[in-house]
């Protein structure tokens, strides 16, 4: 049932009187609770809302499709769902009626609902119930707002899969509820509902009749042999006040009256004498507010009686006289306090039987709020002296008593003291009889006329209507709201639930100040108020439980399999809760571990402990930790566990030893534990490091810990030590790994190694992976971190030395591999951008491109002079000869600017220029001085190749230098015959050769030719190669052909393949005393090979400690594709991952004797370099 009330047609009269019920598969049920004169309807009977609509009398009021006038009707809703007492049920309801559906809605601002101590309460209840007249079932929409410890939660009106009216709360509005000082509980459920099915009342009164002398059973519990108690206002009309939903009396009387059942001797009551005689059970429950305190004893509430000598049962309110400590009754020795109180009867042989009074505590009645009063009777089974007498106020058991139902016993009470309290005094007879007693027969519940049910007074009552004669009045003055009286004993439960509803509170609650997993969200259920215990003295408490069996990891190998905690806190609107209870099951590397969750040493935070020097855990195979007792708890800042331990154990062998032998140091491995911080007799093996649950202890003199894990099935106890060991070696000669290019002769070390062991203990034994790090500053000046690649020991060190033993004897045979890594020289080759384009610059690495470059150079000029010294224009270039006529280059590039580069490329063509036209200068140094130059000077990637060889993309020209070779690819002539129609006469391709470009000394000049054995013998050759072009290299040996400076021209336009060639079009070689005779090609010789040849300057690198001759252009890249795939990358992306990170190094001349040496160029992962031309020497290792 969703809900149910009552609704008055009044201005029909009072007789329109009915009952409603909303279901939602039944939809609206109407009970005529009332049947006016002239209509011919059974009483209670059953109407769908289309029936009811359609009756001529309601249709009178209800019309469809018009507002309803609300002076018209009265009703009430009733909300099982919520705790809608008669005070806080909803009057306020609306009706709504069209040709299509009728609706039932209510609204209210008001606050309702308040838990017993205030924890919650709602308000803003907006409902409409509505029903299709085509349909049979009935819907519920709307919300009401929950106020949960001051915060307001919505909630929203539906229908449970049984049926009944729930709220819930939406979960896509997520709300968090404070709980101090532990963390947040996010709220995933909040749903109000009923709780289980109530049962129906034997009698029900909601005082709906606004007008009129009859108070009308709405119980619908009824049949024709048991008919309705009705009740009739037997005072005049003034002793009562009609309310809405209520009724107000004074010195009134509403007692049960009817004519049928009395003519037939039967008691009015005869409906609910014959229920309870069945089930020797009863509830009285009520909805009362009394008008004052301190009403004469006793002021009846409800009775059901015979007479004042004869009650049944009599709920009653007043100030009574009770015996102090049951002290002498004629002392005067009594004390007052306002009480409800109970009479029953339960046999036949009592009357106001003293000890079958039950009353509630002292001082329990109240005007200003309704209260909800409830008896319960059940009798017990024989031999049973539980309570079975309780009485109820606002949900909560107030008192309870043992009565005895028990037949067979007899105890009396007497009313000696009439004019006083009827139930003031006592006197057991039984142990004391009297002679002469005069007791008449006393009756059990008899099914007699004279039994009435009565509200408000005594069943005799002198001024009611016909001033019948009466024995005493005992009026009670306030108003009724509800009386209902059931033929069976309510549960704690049911009267609990209909004073206050079943709140259901599910929520993630997150433990702010506790580490992980307890900061992860628990499932939790929020209990508000949960109903006392009285009988065991339990207190109502807000009380909130965690319970899941979700394995969370705490550290690797530990985790929590199952977490049970519960807090409690006092009752109210802002609680402050604390911890009760909890325990949180574990695993430990596969052991179990239960702990007992305590409060911890600060608010809002847990500890766990584990039993007391019992827990034994195993390390697989390993060994096993005996007598351990654990604990837990957050660390101050309540982010990281702290795990400490208690055993008497000292030491632990790892693995343990088998066979019996002795403990040998050379092969066994041992851990000694650290003492306990505070019990020093004990020791403290486990606790939490980095994350991880370790074993503590000392090994070779220092702290070490072990972290155990499992790996296939496999127990590994593996830690790490890091030692700091001074030592001093001389290591070298060092070569580049797998050449006979040496690094270094030798180095000289005197440093510390950090060297780091990993053990690993298994049930196999010991192992230990070893490795060192240590500082150099290299040549540079740059401090350097190598590291000793990883070893193995099999055997457990004695002495740290003999760790660094072993790591000195790795480093000795894995030296080159080591140091050629990271060695630098004191200036190697790196890269910077300038105007986003590469720059490749010689320093050492922290120095600028721009800085200072000076270089020694053997003599240059054929007579020392002044005129020797040259200085470029802008003063970059600065040649300074020295006494022994070697000379001094000193390279100062510009400050950076915009144009910098272009700067330095200007001021070194002068330069170059005023030492070529140096008529001292012996012919063909220059070049010796332009590859000094090249190797020091900051240069655009893309102009490398101009610095070292001229080249002159313009003009297709390059420079070429001894120690290059040429590759001729020849074509001749092929002549075809003209018959033959489908073929061309042209040139095609005959032959390669190879010609090694050589220089030799012609007195003071350094000249090149084309052949090193030919320049020996210099053969006399007349072949005119200006005009009809080389053969050879024979034919280069021409006079006047041999010169210190050769350059290559490429034509603007070469030949076609077809055809007679033109000189002009062949690729021509140039020689001149001067650069600058070549560039002006005055004083010229110039020659071609002949035919239409194709003529490549190559020169040497070195890749993989092989020479290779690559064109005069090749870049690192062309080079590595013929190793490696190179993936299409655009210019200024990296080249490392495609080529496998190269090792490349690139010559470096110095001195008089221009001694080379090689220099590392560093491609960084940052480096811009992709397209790096290579020039003569450089040295490529993969």
Same mark, same amino acid.
């Given at each position: 049932?969703?809900?149910?009330?009552?609704?008055?047609?009044?201005?029909?009269?009072?007789?329109?009187?009915?009952?409603?019920?909303?279901?939602?598969?039944?939809?609206?049920?109407?009970?005529?609770?009332?049947?006016?004169?002239?209509?011919?309807?059974?009483?209670?009977?059953?109407?769908?809302?289309?029936?009811?609509?359609?009756?001529?009398?309601?249709?009178?009021?209800?019309?469809?499709?018009?507002?309803?006038?609300?002076?018209?009707?009265?009703?009430?809703?009733?909300?099982?769902?919520?705790?809608?007492?008669?005070?806080?049920?909803?009057?306020?309801?609306?009706?709504?009626?069209?040709?299509?559906?009728?609706?039932?809605?209510?609204?209210?601002?008001?606050?309702?609902?308040?838990?017993?101590?205030?924890?919650?309460?709602?308000?803003?209840?907006?409902?409409?119930?509505?029903?299709?007249?085509?349909?049979?079932?009935?819907?519920?929409?709307?919300?009401?707002?929950?106020?949960?410890?001051?915060?307001?939660?919505?909630?929203?009106?539906?229908?449970?899969?049984?049926?009944?009216?729930?709220?819930?709360?939406?979960?896509?509005?997520?709300?968090?509820?404070?709980?101090?000082?532990?963390?947040?509980?996010?709220?995933?459920?909040?749903?109000?509902?009923?709780?289980?099915?109530?049962?129906?009342?034997?009698?029900?009164?909601?005082?709906?009749?606004?007008?009129?002398?009859?108070?009308?059973?709405?119980?619908?519990?009824?049949?024709?042999?048991?008919?309705?108690?009705?009740?009739?206002?037997?005072?005049?009309?003034?002793?009562?006040?009609?309310?809405?939903?209520?009724?107000?009396?004074?010195?009134?009387?509403?007692?049960?009256?009817?004519?049928?059942?009395?003519?037939?001797?039967?008691? %009015?009551?005869?409906?609910?004498?014959?229920?309870?005689?069945?089930?020797?059970?009863?509830?009285?429950?009520?909805?009362?507010?009394?008008?004052?305190?301190?009403?004469?004893?006793?002021?009846?509430?409800?009775?059901?009686?015979?007479?004042?000598?004869?009650?049944?049962?009599?709920?009653?309110?007043?100030?009574?006289?009770?015996?102090?400590?049951?002290?002498?009754?004629?002392?005067?020795?009594?004390?007052?306090?306002?009480?409800?109180?109970?009479?029953?009867?339960?046999?036949?042989?009592?009357?106001?039987?003293?000890?079958?009074?039950?009353?509630?505590?002292?001082?329990?009645?109240?005007?200003?709020?309704?209260?909800?009063?409830?008896?319960?009777?059940?009798?017990?089974?024989?031999?049973?002296?539980?309570?079975?007498?309780?009485?109820?106020?606002?949900?909560?058991?107030?008192?309870?008593?043992?009565?005895?139902?028990?037949?067979?016993?007899?105890?009396?009470?007497?009313?000696?003291?009439?004019?006083?309290?009827?139930?003031?005094?006592?006197?057991?007879?039984?142990?004391?009889?009297?002679?002469?007693?005069?007791?008449?027969?006393?009756?059990?519940?008899?099914?007699?006329?004279?039994?009435?049910?009565?509200?408000?007074?005594?069943?005799?009552?002198?001024?009611?209507?016909?001033?019948?004669?009466?024995?005493?009045?005992?009026?009670?003055?306030?108003?009724?709201?509800?009386?209902?009286?059931?033929?069976?004993?309510?549960?704690?439960?049911?009267?609990?639930?209909?004073?206050?509803?079943?709140?259901?509170?599910?929520?993630?609650?997150?433990?702010?100040?506790?580490?992980?997993?307890?900061?992860?969200?628990?499932?939790?259920?929020?209990?508000?108020?949960?109903?006392?215990?009285?009988?065991?003295?339990?207190?109502?408490?807000?009380?909130?439980?965690?319970?899941?069996?979700?394995?969370?990891?705490?550290?690797?190998?530990?985790?929590?399999?199952?977490?049970?905690?519960?807090?409690?806190?006092?009752?109210?609107?802002?609680?402050?809760?604390?911890?009760?209870?909890?325990?949180?099951?574990?695993?430990?590397?596969?052991?179990?571990?239960?702990?007992?969750?305590?409060?911890?040493?600060?608010?809002?935070?847990?500890?766990?402990? %584990?039993?007391?020097?019992?827990?034994?855990?195993?390390?697989?195979?390993?060994?096993?930790?005996?007598?351990?007792?654990?604990?837990?708890?957050?660390?101050?800042?309540?982010?990281?566990?702290?795990?400490?331990?208690?055993?008497?154990?000292?030491?632990?062998?790892?693995?343990?030893?088998?066979?019996?032998?002795?403990?040998?140091?050379?092969?066994?491995?041992?851990?000694?534990?650290?003492?306990?911080?505070?019990?020093?007799?004990?020791?403290?093996?486990?606790?939490?490091?980095?994350?991880?649950?370790?074993?503590?202890?000392?090994?070779?003199?220092?702290?070490?810990?072990?972290?155990?894990?499992?790996?296939?099935?496999?127990?590994?106890?593996?830690?790490?030590?890091?030692?700091?060991?001074?030592?001093?070696?001389?290591?070298?000669?060092?070569?580049?790994?797998?050449?006979?290019?040496?690094?270094?002769?030798?180095?000289?070390?005197?440093?510390?190694?950090?060297?780091?062991?990993?053990?690993?203990?298994?049930?196999?034994?010991?192992?230990?992976?070893?490795?060192?790090?240590?500082?150099?500053?290299?040549?540079?000046?740059?401090?350097?971190?190598?590291?000793?690649?990883?070893?193995?020991?099999?055997?457990?060190?004695?002495?740290?030395?003999?760790?660094?033993?072993?790591?000195?004897?790795?480093?000795?045979?894995?030296?080159?591999?080591?140091?050629?890594?990271?060695?630098?020289?004191?200036?190697?080759?790196?890269?910077?951008?300038?105007?986003?384009?590469?720059?490749?610059?010689?320093?050492?690495?922290?120095?600028?491109?721009?800085?200072?470059?000076?270089?020694?150079?053997?003599?240059?000029?054929?007579?020392?002079?002044?005129?020797?010294?040259?200085?470029?224009?802008?003063?970059?270039?600065?040649?300074?000869?020295?006494?022994?006529?070697?000379?001094?280059?000193?390279?100062?590039?510009?400050?950076?600017?915009?144009?910098?580069?272009?700067?330095?490329?200007?001021?070194?063509?002068?330069?170059?220029?005023?030492?070529?036209?140096?008529?001292?200068?012996?012919?063909?140094?220059?070049?010796?001085?332009?590859?000094?130059?090249?190797?020091?000077?900051?240069?655009?990637?893309?102009?490398?190749?101009?610095?070292?060889?001229?080249?002159?993309?313009?003009?297709?020209?390059?420079?070429?230098?001894?120690?290059?070779?040429?590759?001729?690819?020849?074509?001749?002539?092929?002549?075809?015959?003209?018959?033959?129609?489908?073929?061309?006469?042209?040139?095609?391709?005959?032959?390669?050769?190879?010609?090694?470009?050589?220089?030799?000394?012609?007195?003071?000049?350094?000249?090149?030719?084309?052949?090193?054995?030919?320049?020996?013998?210099?053969?006399?050759?007349?072949?005119?190669?200006?005009?009809?072009?080389?053969?050879?290299?024979?034919?280069?040996?021409?006079?006047?052909?041999?010169?210190?400076?050769?350059?290559?021209?490429?034509?603007?336009?070469?030949?076609?393949?077809?055809?007679?060639?033109?000189?002009?079009?062949?690729?021509?070689?140039?020689?001149?005393?001067?650069?600058?005779?070549?560039?002006?090609?005055?004083?010229?010789?110039?020659?071609?090979?002949?035919?239409?040849?194709?003529?490549?300057?190559?020169?040497?690198?070195?890749?993989?400690?092989?020479?290779?001759?690559?064109?005069?252009?090749?870049?690192?890249?062309?080079?590595?594709?013929?190793?490696?795939?190179?993936?299409?990358?655009?210019?200024?992306?990296?080249?490392?991952?495609?080529?496998?990170?190269?090792?490349?190094?690139?010559?470096?001349?110095?001195?008089?004797?221009?001694?080379?040496?090689?220099?590392?160029?560093?491609?960084?992962?940052?480096?811009?370099?992709?397209?790096?031309?290579?020039?003569?020497?450089?040295?490529?290792?993969?």
């Amino acid at each position: 049932m969703l809900a149910d009330g009552f609704i008055t047609l009044l201005s029909l009269g009072s007789e329109y009187y009915f009952k409603y019920e909303i279901d939602a598969q039944t939809g609206f049920q109407i009970y005529w609770i009332t049947i006016p004169e002239g209509l011919d309807k059974e009483r209670y009977s059953k109407q769908t809302i289309s029936e009811f609509l359609a009756e001529s009398s309601v249709a009178q009021i209800l019309k469809p499709g018009e507002t309803i006038d609300k002076s018209l009707y009265q009703g009430s809703l009733i909300l099982p769902g919520l705790p809608a007492s008669p005070f806080d049920a909803f009057y306020n309801i609306e009706l709504t009626y069209d040709s299509d559906s009728f609706t039932l809605g209510v609204q209210s601002t008001d606050s309702f609902g308040f838990s017993p101590e205030g924890s919650t309460h709602f308000k803003d209840l907006n409902l409409s119930f509505t029903q299709q007249l085509n349909s049979e079932t009935a819907t519920v929409s709307g919300t009401v707002t929950a106020v949960l410890f001051g915060q307001d939660i919505v909630l929203e009106a539906g229908v449970s899969d049984g049926s009944e009216l729930i709220f819930n709360y939406n979960p896509n509005n997520p709300q968090e509820i404070p709980i101090q000082p532990w963390g947040n509980l996010e709220l995933t459920t909040f749903t109000v509902k009923p709780g289980s099915n109530p049962l129906q009342p034997q009698v029900l009164y909601w005082f709906g009749e606004k007008s009129g002398e009859w108070v009308y059973d709405c119980s619908l519990r009824n049949s024709e042999d048991a008919p309705a108690i009705d009740l009739r206002i037997q005072t005049e009309p003034e002793t009562v006040e009609w309310g809405l939903g209520s009724i107000a009396v004074k010195d009134g009387l509403i007692e049960s009256e009817n004519a049928t059942l009395e003519a037939a001797n039967l008691s %009015s009551a005869s409906k609910l004498i014959k229920a309870c005689q069945q089930t020797n059970e009863i509830t009285i429950a009520t909805w009362i507010k009394p008008s004052q305190t301190g009403q004469k004893y006793p002021a009846i509430v409800v009775t059901l009686s015979e007479d004042p000598q004869n009650p049944y049962v009599t709920l009653a309110q007043g100030d009574s006289e009770w015996l102090k400590d049951y002290g002498n009754r004629w002392s005067g020795d009594w004390y007052h306090h306002d009480e409800y109180s109970v009479l029953l009867r339960t046999n036949t042989n009592d009357r106001n039987r003293y000890w079958q009074i039950l009353t509630t505590s002292p001082e329990t009645v109240t005007t200003e709020e309704l209260t909800y009063v409830v008896y319960t009777f059940s009798q017990n089974n024989l031999g049973d002296e539980s309570d079975n007498a309780k009485v109820y106020l606002n949900g909560q058991l107030d008192n309870s008593k043992w009565i005895n139902s028990d037949d067979e016993e007899r105890h009396f009470w007497r009313n000696w003291n009439q004019r006083g309290n009827r139930w003031q005094s006592r006197n057991d007879e039984e142990d004391y009889p009297r002679e002469n007693r005069g007791d008449e027969e006393l009756h059990p519940w008899t099914n007699d006329p004279a039994v009435k049910l009565a509200l408000a007074n005594d069943v005799l009552f002198l001024q009611r209507r016909g001033n019948l004669p009466r024995n005493q009045d005992f009026p009670w003055e306030g108003q009724l709201y509800e009386v209902a009286i059931y033929d069976s004993a309510l549960t704690p439960e049911a009267i609990y639930q209909r004073y206050y509803p079943t709140i259901e509170i599910l929520g993630n609650l997150t433990l702010t100040n506790m580490p992980s997993p307890l900061d992860q969200p628990l499932t939790a259920e929020l209990t508000l108020e949960s109903m006392p215990d009285v009988e065991h003295y339990s207190e109502s408490k807000l009380n909130l439980k965690v319970d899941t069996s979700e394995i969370r990891e705490v550290t690797p190998e530990f985790d929590f399999t199952k977490i049970a905690l519960e807090w409690q806190s006092e009752p109210g609107s802002s609680p402050s809760w604390y911890f009760k209870w909890g325990q949180v099951d574990s695993t430990l590397w596969k052991t179990s571990i239960p702990f007992t969750a305590v409060q911890g040493d600060a608010p809002g935070k847990l500890a766990l402990n %584990s039993p007391e020097l019992d827990l034994p855990i195993g390390l697989g195979q390993i060994n096993t930790l005996e007598g351990l007792s654990l604990f837990l708890k957050p660390d101050s800042t309540g982010e990281i566990w702290q795990m400490s331990s208690i055993t008497s154990v000292s030491e632990l062998v790892l693995p343990q030893l088998r066979d019996y032998r002795p403990f040998d140091w050379t092969v066994d491995f041992k851990l000694l534990f650290a003492r306990h911080d505070q019990q020093r007799s004990q020791f403290d093996p486990l606790g939490i490091d980095d994350g991880k649950v370790v074993i503590k202890g000392n090994w070779l003199g220092e702290n070490l810990v072990l972290h155990g894990w499992w790996r296939n099935e496999q127990f590994v106890l593996e830690g790490q030590r890091n030692l700091s060991l001074p030592f001093e070696v001389t290591l070298g000669p060092i070569f580049e790994p797998g050449t006979s290019q040496k690094i270094i002769d030798q180095v000289a070390i005197a440093s510390v190694m950090n060297a780091t062991v990993i053990l690993e203990l298994t049930e196999l034994g010991f192992l230990a992976k070893v490795s060192g790090t240590f500082d150099w500053t290299d040549q540079a000046g740059t401090v350097n971190t190598f590291t000793v690649p990883e070893f193995t020991l099999v055997r457990p060190p004695l002495t740290p030395n003999h760790i660094l033993e072993a790591i000195l004897e790795r480093l000795n045979s894995q030296v080159d591999v080591i140091f050629a890594e990271q060695f630098r020289h004191q200036a190697d080759y790196y890269f910077t951008v300038v105007e986003e384009k590469p720059v490749i610059y010689l320093g050492n690495g922290n120095d600028p491109a721009t800085i200072t470059q000076t270089t020694t150079l053997p003599q240059l000029f054929n007579t020392a002079a002044d005129s020797n010294n040259i200085s470029s224009t802008a003063g970059i270039f600065t040649l300074t000869e020295n006494v022994d006529q070697s000379c001094t280059l000193t390279i100062t590039p510009p400050e950076s600017s915009d144009n910098w580069l272009d700067q330095l490329k200007t001021d070194y063509d002068n330069f170059i220029a005023q030492l070529d036209t140096n008529s001292n200068l012996i012919a063909g140094t220059l070049t010796l001085v332009k590859t000094r130059i090249a190797e020091r000077m900051p240069l655009l990637v893309e102009e490398i190749l101009y610095y070292y060889y001229g080249l002159d993309t313009v003009n297709g020209s390059v420079d070429l230098q001894a120690g290059m070779r040429l590759r001729v690819d020849y074509q001749n002539y092929q002549f075809v015959h003209p018959a033959q129609s489908t073929a061309n006469s042209g040139f095609v391709g005959s032959g390669t050769s190879y010609y090694s470009l050589n220089s030799y000394r012609d007195s003071t000049n350094l000249m090149i030719n084309f052949d090193g054995f030919l320049s020996q013998i210099q053969p006399y050759v007349t072949t005119d190669i200006a005009t009809v072009g080389a053969g050879s290299s024979l034919d280069t040996f021409k006079v006047g052909y041999q010169k210190p400076y050769l350059r290559l021209v490429y034509p603007s336009l070469a030949a076609p393949s077809a055809g007679s060639l033109d000189p002009g079009q062949a690729a021509t070689i140039m020689g001149a005393a001067t650069v600058t005779d070549l560039d002006k090609k005055t004083n010229v010789a110039s020659f071609y090979f002949r035919g239409r040849a194709t003529v490549i300057p190559e020169i040497t690198v070195v890749l993989q400690e092989q020479p290779v001759f690559v064109p005069v252009g090749t870049t690192l890249r062309q080079l590595m594709e013929q190793r490696v795939s190179i993936p299409s990358v655009s210019l200024g992306e990296s080249l490392l991952n495609s080529t496998g990170k190269p090792r490349l190094s690139r010559l470096l001349h110095e001195g008089v004797s221009n001694e080379p040496s090689y220099r590392f160029i560093y491609l960084d992962e940052d480096s811009p370099v992709l397209d790096l031309p290579l020039v003569k020497g450089d040295r490529i290792v993969l």
